[in-house]
């Protein structure tokens, strides 16, 4: 009897959907509809760069009838990034992906250059230019290796993917124009091409500022959505009541006869999803990687089971004067939060996170190419649901 009340009620949901107006409001953020998920309340800008020194800057690229990608980059200070370097950790969920600069981060827990986000085939030629970039300072100028760090989601599905023009001088304008104050979301830099959930993806971002008597530290999310599941928000079954969700052409085969672009129920949850993490807290490598691996069950929340064709990277940084690293120091003498205050960073990242990520879908604007249209995530209907929960 259980099963039968929650399929009617779905089926009556979904139907309420089918008959809301086409046209989107103006897309929000998500705390305009009531998503606030968590305890912890955000910093001044529920954005990375709420982590002081932190900037980001997004280069869009789009030309003709088929390009349609961009970069990202998040630069963790304003001094010498190669001497006054930040600790830095991966936590993988799952690791079908590129992700350039990886095996440097991982042996040494340390962060030499800007983190840069961009499109699968465009890691290459966007660590060139970035590694060129950081070459060109004057104080580099004897510098003879340097790592850059390269993330990447798959978007195919509107971008021309094998053509990576442009990437180069994407590169060099997201760097010029990152700043640190509010940051840009949905289909910009990064995430002009990306779905989630077969609806518009992009770029997403929150903070949490924990209590002084929890430390008063600073944790701040930016990610790159683009992937697939069964989205929920809040705890409310969305994809389901809207009718696109993953595996829904076999668990309702009679529902899942068209394929409208972008529609989730063509697809198995395959995607990717890049979640960027800085805090000011004093953390070294090893507990910047548990706190990444808590940002994926923030990314769980939303829907996502990290499905086999699913790159759901996680690349975590300090901040903090005190466990920055010199490269020519032969002692370190750093001062690493405690094992027992991490608990509460532990669930800020996880709020931070699962905003972030509806954030990406909510501010995200349509984008078409040749392969068609991919639009948002209807606002109206969203709200329409959730007040319903």
Same mark, same amino acid.
């Given at each position: 009897?259980?099963?039968?009340?929650?399929?009617? !009620?779905?089926?009556?949901?979904?139907?309420?959907?089918?008959?809301?107006?086409?046209?989107? +409001?103006?897309?929000?953020?998500?705390?305009?509809?009531?998503?606030? &998920?968590?305890?912890?309340?955000?910093?001044?800008?529920?954005?990375?760069?709420?982590?002081?020194?932190?900037?980001?800057?997004?280069?869009? !690229?789009?030309?003709?009838?088929?390009?349609?990608?961009?970069?990202?980059?998040?630069?963790?200070?304003?001094?010498?990034?190669?001497?006054?370097?930040?600790?830095?950790?991966?936590?993988?969920?799952?690791?079908?992906?590129?992700?350039?600069?990886?095996?440097?981060?991982? +042996? =040494?827990?340390?962060?030499?250059? &800007?983190?840069?986000?961009?499109?699968?085939?465009?890691?290459?030629?966007?660590?060139?230019?970035?590694?060129?970039?950081?070459?060109?300072?004057?104080?580099?100028?004897? !510098?003879?290796?340097?790592?850059?760090?390269?993330?990447?989601?798959?978007?195919? #599905?509107?971008?021309?993917?094998?053509?990576?023009?442009?990437?180069?001088?994407?590169?060099?304008?997201?760097?010029?124009?990152?700043?640190?104050?509010? $940051?840009? +979301?949905?289909? $910009?830099?990064?995430?002009?091409?990306?779905?989630?959930?077969?609806?518009?993806?992009? @770029?997403?971002?929150?903070?949490?500022?924990? &209590?002084?008597?929890?430390?008063?530290?600073? !944790?701040?999310?930016?990610?790159?959505?683009?992937?697939?599941?069964?989205?929920? @928000?809040? #705890?409310?079954?969305?994809?389901?009541? =809207?009718?696109?969700?993953?595996?829904?052409?076999?668990?309702?085969?009679?529902?899942?006869?068209?394929?409208?672009?972008?529609?989730?129920?063509?697809?198995?949850?395959?995607?990717?999803?890049?979640?960027?993490?800085?805090?000011?807290?004093?953390?070294?490598?090893?507990?910047?990687?548990?706190? #990444?691996?808590?940002?994926?069950?923030?990314?769980?929340?939303?829907?996502?089971?990290?499905?086999?064709?699913?790159?759901?990277?996680?690349?975590?940084?300090?901040?903090?004067?005190?466990?920055?690293?010199?490269?020519?120091?032969?002692?370190?003498?750093?001062? /690493?939060?405690?094992?027992?205050?991490?608990?509460?960073?532990?669930?800020?990242?996880?709020?931070?996170?699962? /905003?972030?990520?509806?954030?990406?879908?909510?501010?995200?604007?349509?984008?078409?190419?040749?392969? #068609?249209?991919?639009? &948002?995530?209807? $606002?109206?209907?969203?709200? @329409?649901?959730?007040?319903?929960?």
């Amino acid at each position: 009897m259980r099963t039968t009340a929650v399929s009617a !009620v779905l089926a009556v949901h979904v139907a309420l959907a089918a008959l809301l107006p086409v046209a989107l +409001e103006a897309q929000v953020r998500a705390r305009a509809i009531g998503l606030a &998920p968590g305890i912890f309340a955000p910093g001044p800008r529920n954005a990375i760069t709420d982590v002081a020194g932190v900037r980001v800057g997004h280069a869009t !690229v789009s030309a003709g009838d088929s390009l349609r990608t961009g970069v990202t980059a998040i630069i963790p200070h304003g001094g010498d990034l190669y001497r006054d370097r930040v600790p830095a950790a991966l936590h993988v969920g799952n690791g079908f992906g590129k992700l350039l600069g990886v095996t440097q981060l991982r +042996e =040494l827990g340390e962060l030499e250059t &800007p983190i840069l986000l961009t499109c699968t085939l465009c890691i290459w030629p966007a660590g060139d230019a970035l590694a060129q970039w950081m070459l060109n300072k004057p104080e580099n100028a004897n !510098v003879r290796s340097i790592n850059p760090v390269v993330g990447e989601t798959n978007d195919g #599905g509107l971008n021309s993917t094998r053509s990576r023009a442009g990437i180069g001088g994407a590169v060099r304008e997201a760097l010029a124009v990152a700043d640190s104050g509010p $940051v840009a +979301e949905g289909s $910009v830099g990064a995430g002009h091409g990306t779905i989630m959930f077969g609806w518009k993806g992009g @770029m997403g971002t929150a903070s949490r500022k924990l &209590p002084a008597s929890l430390g008063g530290y600073t !944790v701040g999310v930016l990610v790159q959505g683009n992937y697939g599941g069964v989205l929920q @928000m809040a #705890g409310v079954p969305i994809g389901q009541l =809207l009718g696109r969700y993953a595996f829904q052409r076999d668990v309702a085969p009679a529902d899942g006869t068209r394929r409208p672009p972008g529609d989730a129920a063509a697809e198995h949850g395959d995607g990717s999803c890049m979640i960027v993490i800085a805090t000011d807290a004093p953390l070294l490598a090893r507990n910047l990687e548990r706190l #990444g691996a808590r940002a994926i069950m923030g990314l769980a929340r939303t829907g996502s089971s990290a499905s086999n064709g699913s790159g759901d990277y996680v690349l975590s940084f300090s901040t903090n004067p005190r466990v920055r690293r010199n490269p020519d120091a032969t002692l370190s003498t750093n001062e /690493e939060l405690g094992n027992d205050a991490m608990s509460a960073l532990f669930q800020a990242v996880t709020e931070a996170t699962e /905003e972030a990520l509806y954030n990406a879908l909510l501010m995200a604007t349509p984008v078409s190419s040749k392969a #068609g249209t991919v639009r &948002p995530l209807p $606002v109206d209907s969203v709200r @329409m649901l959730l007040r319903r929960r």
